[in-house]
């Protein structure tokens, strides 16, 4: 059983920062892509930040320069930096991995986490 566990949510006035962190547990036997992504009350769920595997990290438009995606490979954990928070940033912010297990080797689902709320508001 795989699972992903977020944290470090929670209110930030505008302009303040938060780090989100995401942590993935389990019979894990290889990680090939992680990622946050955000759904505000009434819209659709969107990408925030991705970490492919050998790959540069890539931004949504709206947060290039605000945020910044990590990853700790040994600690099978995603790091989400969001520094100048803005209101619309307000959303429940989800952690996405694709990963194989110990006996599937092969075979890569994606798994999410149970998102962690963030609100910016004065």
């Known amino acids: 059983q795989v699972q992903l566990v977020e944290s470090g949510g929670g209110l930030v006035q505008p302009g303040g920062s938060l780090r989100l962190s995401c942590a993935a547990s389990?019979?894990?036997?290889?990680?090939?892509?992680m990622g946050w992504y955000r759904q505000a009350p009434g819209k659709e769920r969107e990408l925030v930040a991705e970490i492919i595997s050998s790959r540069s990290p890539s931004y949504a438009d709206f947060v290039k320069g605000r945020f910044t995606i990590a990853r700790d490979n040994g600690k099978k954990m995603v790091f989400l930096q969001m520094n100048n928070l803005k209101p619309e940033d307000t959303a429940v912010y989800s952690c996405?991995?694709?990963?194989?297990?110990?006996?599937?080797?092969?075979?890569?689902?994606?798994?999410w986490g149970q998102g962690t709320q963030v609100t910016v508001s004065s």
């Open positions: 389990g019979s894990i036997f290889d990680i090939n892509y």
């Open positions: 996405n991995a694709k990963i194989s297990t110990v006996d599937n080797r092969w075979s890569y689902l994606h798994y």
